[in-house]
């Protein structure tokens, strides 16, 4: 069974940095297509970023355009997403989740890592 797992988040001043980690177990990481999803409190979950293939595939939403990359290490099953110059407004819960080449639908999930950023 495919298992994914969120880790790196926490508190973090306005304008600061953060790395998130996302570690797919269970499965052939190469296989799958990721994505990373957040939803702040009291709204619904929103696509953040999708990587079709590997490094230079990703898409963002316009809100991290600039501040937010992905990177896919695929020896190490691992998606990281670097989070620069981070606002109060990036306070959300993010999601990892992947989905099996060829479908559109991101059958498994992590649990997800709490971001706070503070003023």
């Known amino acids: 069974q495919v298992h994914v797992s969120e880790s790196g988040g926490g508190v973090v001043q306005a304008g600061g940095s953060l790395r998130l980690s996302c570690l797919v177990s269970?499965?052939?990481?190469?296989?799958?297509?990721m994505a990373w999803f957040r939803q702040a409190p009291g709204k619904e979950r929103d696509l953040l970023g999708g990587m079709f293939a590997s490094d230079g595939d990703e898409t963002y939403e316009e809100a991290v355009q600039g501040r937010f990359t992905m990177f896919r290490n695929n020896a190490k099953n691992t998606l990281y997403l670097h989070m620069n110059n981070l606002k109060p407004e990036d306070t959300a819960v993010y999601y990892c989740?992947?989905?099996?080449?060829?479908?559109?639908?991101?059958?498994?999930w992590g649990q997800g890592t709490h971001v706070t950023v503070s003023s």
């Open positions: 269970g499965g052939t990481f190469s296989n799958y297509i």
């Open positions: 989740a992947a989905r099996p080449r060829g479908t559109n639908h991101y059958e498994y």
